[in-house]
């Protein structure tokens, strides 16, 4: 196995290609087995797409958009059109991917385009090591349900939801056939050496905490049966603001207050999966970024801009310690709301991933929500974590 990471501050499409397939020397290596490309809004993504098939010939092509921009080997780059790409080229491996629309029924769209990725790798029905996904915002739990009639709930599903620069739903994907606004992205990896991913939040309780008593969706109504808005500036000490007379975005407020279930106990200690308070309603609703139920308990969770720089490069060395002394190359997810918190601190992340993963090449993106496995348990989709999944070196 082989892997290359490229970053490419050109800022345009052609330039950026070029960049990429100079970096990746195609002429002297061929296609690559498997891209993952991942791109600002700043970038057009349509001419993206049509670009990334003519220049880097593979089939297995995955694309979606991240906040700002990109991280990687060579750095950070959000200002807006940055551009990276993470290729295998792995002839003792199989790779396939694709892509739907999420349509009415995005548990049904996942699951069909989990089957026809792994006709296109040349292994129908059969259990990849791992499942790369980008998936739209809104209904990301349908999309891991549907995921798992396919592949069991064993499987490593990590990935992250398509971001723009600002929630208003410029985020895009793409296969290697069609271009989406709403649509699910699948790549199956069945890579010839071992794979493995951390997935974790740069968070802590607080202490407080109360049970949903009413919700529809990923709409919060109530908690102990008071306004959802009402507990949550509470819980805060008024960091996360009411709404008066109109809704209004506490996304930015809340990205140091968000709320946690405990999934899984740890060696004793509660692994919590953080959803992402976004809008406060007139009536004491709450929006979302993830889903809750009924007699969930919430926890009130709190970070700082020092947890949320040191995390990722934690998340690394843990990653990279399952993976053993050596490592081929890495793939790393980190919440979009957190770089925007500490977007002035960012190089600091990526140095620390760096001090991390030494030499090997590795790709950064920056997500409206992270798909992952806790460990122990099974995939869930969550807001404001980090993921890092490491691709072992193949031992002499």
């Not at 209004?248 to 200690?269: D, H, K, M, N, Y």
Request: charged residues 20%; hydrophobic residues 40%; glycine residues 14%.
């Amino acid at each position: 196995m082989k892997i290359f990471s490229a970053q490419s501050t050109v800022g345009d499409v052609t330039g950026g290609l070029s960049d990429i397939v100079s970096q990746f020397q195609i002429e002297k290596l061929g296609p690559p087995d498997f891209v993952a490309l991942h791109f600002g809004v700043g970038l057009n993504a349509n001419g993206l797409h049509d670009a990334a098939k003519l220049q880097l010939g593979t089939e297995a092509l995955h694309g979606g958009s991240s906040c700002l921009g990109i991280m990687g080997s060579a750095g950070v780059d959000i200002g807006g059109a940055g551009l990276g790409a993470f290729a295998i080229w792995d002839k003792e491996g199989s790779y396939g991917t694709s892509s739907a629309d999420l349509g009415e029924d995005a548990e049904a769209a996942a699951r069909d385009a989990a089957i026809d990725a792994l006709e296109r790798a040349g292994r129908p029905d059969e259990i990849p090591e791992m499942i790369w996904l980008t998936v739209a915002p809104g209904r990301e739990e349908d999309v891991i349900a549907g995921l798992r009639t396919v592949v069991g709930v064993d499987t490593l599903i990590v990935g992250g939801s398509s971001a723009d620069n600002d929630v208003t739903g410029k985020w895009a994907q793409f296969g290697p056939d069609t271009l989406h606004a709403d649509g699910v992205v699948v790549s199956v990896l069945f890579p010839s050496v071992p794979t493995t991913s951390v997935y974790q939040s740069g968070y802590a309780p607080t202490g407080a905490q109360g049970e949903v008593t009413q919700v529809s969706g990923r709409r919060l109504f109530e908690i102990d049966g008071r306004a959802a808005a009402d507990v949550l500036s509470e819980w805060s000490s008024g960091a996360i603001p009411t709404a008066d007379g109109e809704a209004r975005s506490i996304l930015a407020e809340s990205t140091f207050w968000p709320l946690g279930r405990v999934t899984r106990q740890v060696a004793g200690v509660p692994f919590h999966l953080l959803a992402h308070p976004a809008v406060a309603h007139p009536d004491g609703a709450v929006d979302l970024f993830a889903s809750v139920s009924e007699g969930d308990r919430l926890w009130q969770m709190r970070g700082s801009a020092d947890s949320l720089v040191a995390r990722a490069g934690r998340v690394a060395a843990q990653a990279r310690q399952n993976a053993g002394s050596a490592v081929s190359g890495g793939l790393v997810v980190y919440c979009g709301g957190c770089m925007l918190a500490v977007q002035d601190r960012m190089e600091e992340v990526s140095a620390g991933i760096n001090a991390e993963i030494g030499d090997a090449p590795w790709l950064g993106v920056f997500t409206f929500g992270e798909q992952g496995v806790p460990a122990g348990d099974e995939p869930k989709h969550g807001n404001l974590m980090i993921s890092c999944t490491m691709f072992s070196a193949r031992e002499v």
